[in-house]
C-alpha cells in the first residue's frame, strides 16, 4: 500500500490549508488513518486520526476547533482541513494508514501504523 500526501505549502498565520492523503490500496476503506506531524527537533506527533468507518475521530488538542479530519473512501482519501494556522503548525505532515478489523477504532501512536506517506511541508509564517 502507497500513501500519497499532498497539499502543504507556505500560509500566514490565520490562513487554512487542506492536505490530501490518498492511498493506493482498491479497497481504501479497509484502513484506519492518522495525520501526523514532525517539526524540526521534535519527535512526530499524532495530529489527527480517523476510523476506517469515518464515525469515530481524534484530535490532539493543539488543534481542536481548528483542523477536521474527514475521508471519502470512493476516493480512497482521507482529508486534513487546517483553519487558523499558527507558526506553530510548522511541521511536515505525514499521513498513515492501518489495516484495522474494526469499523470505528482510531489510532494515535505511530508504532500502530503498518503504512507512511512521504509528507508534506507546512510553514506558517506569522
Known amino acids: 500500500v502507497q500513501l500519497q500526501a499532498s497539499g502543504g505549502g507556505l500560509v500566514q498565520a490565520g490562513n487554512s490549508l487542506r492536505l490530501s492523503c490518498v492511498t493506493s490500496a482498491r479497497t481504501g476503506g479497509n484502513y484506519a488513518m492518522g495525520w501526523f506531524r514532525q517539526a524540526p527537533g521534535k519527535e512526530r506527533e499524532i495530529v489527527a486520526a480517523?476510523?476506517?468507518?469515518?464515525?469515530?475521530?481524534f484530535y490532539v488538542d493543539s488543534v481542536k476547533g481548528r483542523f477536521t479530519i474527514s475521508r471519502d473512501n470512493a476516493k480512497n482519501t482521507v482529508y486534513l482541513q487546517m483553519n487558523g494556522l499558527q507558526p506553530e503548525d510548522t511541521a511536515v505532515y505525514y499521513c498513515?494508514?492501518?489495516?484495522?478489523?474494526?469499523?470505528?477504532?482510531?489510532?494515535?501512536?505511530?508504532?500502530?501504523?503498518?503504512?507512511w506517506g512521504q509528507g508534506t511541508l507546512v510553514t506558517v509564517s506569522s
Open positions: 480517523i476510523s476506517k468507518s469515518g464515525n469515530s475521530n
Open positions: 498513515a494508514a492501518r489495516n484495522s478489523w474494526n469499523e470505528n477504532a482510531f489510532y494515535t501512536r505511530p508504532s500502530l501504523y503498518d503504512y
